[in-house]
């Protein structure tokens, strides 16, 4: 009975994949083939010119695993995601719980802090860039006024990845802190007026009501951020130079993948790298996708 | 309904004037092509290059050329150094290079190699403009590969020692000149040094070109041997990078890691002494500071009196894929004519390669000692470079940047880096 499918149903079905055909178009010519041309290009010496690659079958992944600078590039990716995602979610949803509330003025705040997220990242970093400068940089120069000690804020291999943790925190505040107040406008004010009949708290009010049905938009903004920490690129790109002494302790595996493959001409070993971060993501988003059970509350 | 009306005649309006200018376009881009296969009418030509500073000057010549060849238009395009490179492998790979572009001994290999390159020869054999026998001998056989000249020399570059004037009157020290040794050098960078590390007496940068490759040739190692081997595990190689190293170790120079900061340094008055290509001068004639301030002298020789420098000349080449081949050579033909150099030394872009035009770069720069640059011409030793150069150049930094902090012996550092280039240079 069910395998008779009316003409109406068979319309709207077409309809259906017409609507969507543009996005998964776009997704499989720009994202998914590109996956596994990459994938394809990891087991190979890659030519001159993208032409006369030769197959070297896993020689690129063998190379990979005893390259201790890959294993420092893992580290390093994942202490920019730990330095960034955590501080930046917190500073997001306070901000949003604040500029949720009755504020003057508060279509300005909303826009001040979105403003980091349409600068361009190069740009973002040259002016952050001058101000850590250690010889005539703003911080450093208030720093000395107070009678603290100048610090090597780039070249400095212990300092270096806090001072770019810094620049993506301040760029992505604005971002989170948009989605999460997105998130915040859809929880109905009748639970808060319950509990201010019932006596609780604002801090109780944060935790029992605001966090808990902000939890789908914070899961959505969780996993998105620490996608896009992971993928951490421009700022590193324009901040530390391979010569840096803080290379070994800031490069991140796309800037590695992009040295490789670009700067030393070997995009097989280049793919190879990316595959690993691909990996290293894939098995964060799905424990992250199992453990949202645990603590997303969907209404 | 009148409205609906206005509407869709307005629609219908806008469709037509956006078909009717495309297809005008297209109408006149094919009377141009066959205007320009009929008698070279208009085309254009893009030129690449890394330097800005250069980029203003060319212009000129650029314009120039043009009022002569009405018929050709030049488009420069400038990108910073490591970014040109980037963009240009992705152009190559894309089939999309600049019809004509700035060639490096770094990258010549690779481009001539794999047929990314217009091989000039005939163009040149054919030209009574060009010849080969004009430029500095090693300079035009860097783009030469197999017999086939891929591209001119467009001009070469030394490295002198830049001094800021003011700092060695304050001192009391007489400023540097041809007696210099390396013993005077540091010598002279102790008592240029202030305790307090507000002022340094020579500005050692890692790098190589402008910093420890000529004190390698002054001590007679080598980079890269003959016979295409590493030369960092020579002993008089890393001799020479540990003299300049030591001035770090010594604090006599601040740590720089960065390209640009080296200059900086200079022009902040941080640093008395340092080493700087013919490239720079360009853009240090623009600065106030450094007209007042600095000057420039040979390269202090090793103790025991041998001279170095070293010697790079950049060339013009044209893509193999370019569809004017004929106009591109007739810009690139203007550049390496003895007019063509001549008007850029005197507009002072860079020391102009053909024979006899570059005392006109000296007098592009009175305000320095430009001279200095031409004269050491004659103990110049070319930078070194392989079939990809660029591989074990960048990868050395990484390896040497330990020794250059002090945190790693120097001797056990050019060892890594004489295995890691052999293994690059086996690769290749």
């Known amino acids: 009975m069910k395998n008779k499918v009316s003409k109406k149903t068979r319309n709207e079905w077409c309809w259906g994949w017409f609507m969507v055909a543009p996005t998964i178009v776009g997704l499989v010519v720009l994202n998914i083939i590109p996956i596994f041309q990459t994938l394809y290009l990891s087991f190979f010496k890659s030519g001159a010119f993208g032409k006369g690659n030769v197959f070297v079958g896993l020689e690129n992944y063998k190379t990979m695993i005893q390259d201790e600078q890959v294993w420092y590039a893992v580290r390093n990716t994942l202490g920019y995601t730990c330095l960034v995602v955590p501080v930046t979610i917190v500073i997001a949803l306070l901000m949003a719980v604040a500029l949720n509330g009755k504020l003057k003025g508060k279509g300005i705040y909303r826009t001040i802090y979105f403003i980091p997220m349409v600068a361009a990242p190069a740009a973002v970093t040259m002016v952050w860039k001058w101000l850590y400068n250690s010889q005539y940089g703003l911080i450093n120069h208030v720093l000395n006024s107070l009678g603290i000690e100048k610090m090597n804020w780039i070249d400095n291999p212990k300092v270096a990845l806090i001072s770019i943790s810094i620049i993506g925190i301040w760029s992505t505040i604005g971002y989170s802190m948009v989605l999460l107040l997105a998130g915040l406008q859809e929880i109905p004010r009748d639970y808060y007026e319950a509990s201010n009949i019932d006596g609780a708290s604002k801090v109780r009010q944060f935790f029992s009501i605001t966090v808990p049905l902000v939890s789908p938009t914070l899961f959505f903004v969780l996993v998105t951020s620490i996608i896009t920490a992971m993928q951490v690129f421009d700022v590193i790109y324009m901040m530390i130079d391979v010569t840096s002494p803080a290379y070994n302790s800031t490069v991140s595996l796309v800037y590695l993948f992009y040295n490789n493959s670009f700067k030393y001409s070997n995009k097989g070993y280049g793919s190879a790298i990316v595959m690993l971060l691909l990996l290293i993501i894939m098995i964060i988003t799905v424990i992250q996708t199992k453990l949202q059970k645990k603590w997303v509350n969907y209404m | ?428």
């Open chain 2, 1 to 428: 309904m009148k409205r609906k009306l206005v509407s869709v005649l307005l629609c219908a309006a806008m469709i037509t004037t956006l078909v009717s200018g495309c297809g005008n376009k297209n109408i006149s881009s094919d009377e141009g092509t066959k205007k320009a296969e009929e008698s070279g009418g208009d085309v254009t030509i893009s030129y690449a290059c890394w330097d800005s500073n250069q980029a203003k000057l060319i212009q000129t010549v650029a314009d120039e050329f043009e009022e002569e060849n009405p018929n050709i238009k030049i488009d420069i395009q400038v990108n910073g150094w490591d970014d040109y490179w980037t963009g240009l492998e992705a152009a190559a790979t894309g089939g999309s290079l600049p019809d004509t572009f700035w060639m490096h001994s770094n990258n010549i290999y690779y481009y001539g190699s794999n047929d990314q390159l217009l091989d000039l020869t005939n163009y040149i054999e054919k030209s009574d403009q060009v010849d080969l026998a004009n430029y500095p001998e090693g300079l035009g056989e860097i783009y030469n590969i197999d017999g086939k000249q891929y591209a001119i020399p467009k001009d070469y570059d030394t490295i002198a020692l830049w001094y800021n004037k003011t700092l060695f009157d304050e001192a009391g020290l007489a400023y540097p000149d041809d007696t210099w040794t390396w013993d005077t050098l540091k010598d002279a960078a102790k008592k240029l040094t202030k305790d307090d590390k507000s002022q340094y007496g020579f500005c050692a940068g890692l790098h190589n070109q402008e910093g420890y490759y000529n004190f390698v040739y002054q001590n007679g190692g080598e980079i890269i041997t003959e016979d295409k081997k590493s030369g960092y595990d020579n002993e008089k190689t890393v001799q020479g990078i540990e003299e300049y190293f030591s001035f770090v170790k010594d604090g006599l120079s601040p740590e720089i890691y960065d390209d640009q900061a080296r200059a900086e340094a200079m022009q902040n008055g941080l640093c008395a002494m340092g080493l700087f290509g013919s490239w720079n001068l360009s853009g240090f004639a623009t600065t106030d500071f450094m007209k007042e301030n600095f000057d420039c002298a040979v390269l202090p020789s090793a103790n025991d009196g041998t001279r170095s420098t070293i010697f790079n000349g950049l060339g013009n080449a044209i893509s193999a894929t370019t569809e004017h081949p004929d106009e591109a050579w007739k810009w690139v033909e203007y550049l390496s004519s003895k007019e063509g150099q001549e008007r850029q030394a005197e507009l002072g872009t860079a020391i102009s390669a053909y024979e006899g035009t570059a005392d006109k770069f000296a007098e592009a720069y009175p305000m320095f000692n430009t001279q200095c640059y031409i004269d050491m011409v004659e103990y110049a030793q070319i930078r070194p470079y392989s079939n990809q150069t660029s591989v074990w150049e960048d990868k050395a930094y990484e390896l040497l940047k330990g020794a250059y902090a002090g945190k790693e012996d120097t001797k056990v550092a050019c060892e890594k880096t004489a295995a890691m280039m052999n293994e690059a240079l086996d690769a290749e």
